[in-house]
């Protein structure tokens, strides 16, 4: 699966797929990574990208021609691609969409800058529009990369063992159970004697009691679909 990354500041994102799951699923050839400058493409003899925003406002805006240009180039070699802009007004991505879109051939994720993007080219271009959260970022890099993440968690081969897939948050709306590691007993804290016992039914069923309680604390929202 291919994904593509138009920003400004690529250095801000290769650094995240050099080490751990990303790196392997790179070097497997499960995923590739690209990168997409605006900059390249600005006409402008200054090769500004950005402008301030008519009727007024605060902060300058990315501009029209730099973005169109570098997306039309992109449809054009891969015109399957999948366009997703990041944007605090947009819906919230959720592991659900997560796991829709791993089966994309190839996904382009636009990264805004500045007071964000001229929404001529959000019109043209966008196939989707995602949040990660209630809160504003100084750039788009940040998301695309926990967008990317999360996506490529469920591509076929990525993850050593995709049976952990369907034991995580979300996947019922409802929260992970606890988990524990060794040593058994720490500094007199000691995990639930019943994970220890070998009655897989009775761990089940206390990791669901679990869950749910958890969900109820801090996610009641969750809990009351549950």
Do not use: W
């Given at each position: 699966?291919r994904f593509s990354?138009?920003?400004?500041?690529?250095?801000?994102?290769?650094?995240?797929?050099?080490e751990?799951i990303?790196?392997?699923?790179?070097e497997?050839d499960?995923?590739?990574?690209?990168?997409?400058?605006?900059?390249?493409h600005?006409t402008?003899?200054?090769?500004?990208?950005?402008?301030?925003m008519?009727?007024?406002?605060?902060?300058?805006?990315?501009?029209?021609?730099?973005?169109v240009?570098?997306?039309s180039?992109?449809?054009?070699?891969a015109?399957?691609?999948h366009?997703?802009?990041?944007?605090?007004?947009?819906?919230k991505?959720?592991?659900?969409?997560?796991?829709?879109l791993?089966?994309k051939e190839?996904?382009v994720?636009?990264?805004?800058?500045?007071?964000?993007?001229?929404?001529?080219?959000?019109e043209?271009?966008?196939?989707?529009?995602?949040?990660i959260?209630d809160?504003?970022?100084?750039g788009?890099?940040?998301?695309?990369m926990?967008?990317?993440?999360?996506?490529?968690?469920?591509?076929?081969?990525v993850l050593?063992?995709?049976?952990s897939?369907?034991?995580?948050?979300?996947e019922e709306?409802?929260?992970e159970?606890?988990s524990?590691a060794?040593p058994?007993n720490?500094?007199g804290?000691?995990?639930?004697?019943?994970?220890?016992?070998g009655?897989?039914?009775?761990?089940?069923?206390?990791?669901?009691?679990?869950?749910?309680?958890?969900?109820?604390?801090?996610?009641?929202?969750?809990?009351?679909?549950?």
């Amino acid at each position: 699966m291919r994904f593509s990354f138009v920003t400004l500041f690529s250095n801000l994102i290769k650094g995240y797929f050099s080490e751990s799951i990303l790196k392997r699923a790179i070097e497997d050839d499960k995923i590739s990574i690209d990168f997409h400058n605006p900059r390249d493409h600005t006409t402008d003899k200054h090769n500004r990208v950005d402008a301030p925003m008519i009727g007024g406002g605060a902060g300058m805006l990315m501009t029209v021609q730099p973005l169109v240009d570098t997306l039309s180039k992109l449809k054009k070699d891969a015109p399957n691609a999948h366009i997703i802009f990041l944007s605090p007004v947009a819906k919230k991505f959720t592991q659900n969409d997560a796991k829709r879109l791993a089966h994309k051939e190839h996904i382009v994720f636009v990264s805004g800058r500045y007071e964000g993007i001229d929404e001529r080219v959000i019109e043209e271009h966008a196939d989707e529009l995602f949040s990660i959260g209630d809160f504003i970022l100084t750039g788009g890099e940040l998301a695309s990369m926990v967008l990317c993440d999360a996506i490529s968690r469920n591509v076929a081969d990525v993850l050593g063992n995709s049976d952990s897939l369907s034991v995580e948050s979300f996947e019922e709306d409802i929260l992970e159970a606890p988990s524990f590691a060794k040593p058994l007993n720490y500094e007199g804290n000691e995990v639930v004697s019943e994970f220890l016992k070998g009655n897989h039914s009775k761990i089940t069923d206390l990791k669901r009691g679990l869950a749910l309680c958890k969900t109820k604390y801090f996610r009641p929202d969750l809990y009351k679909k549950a």
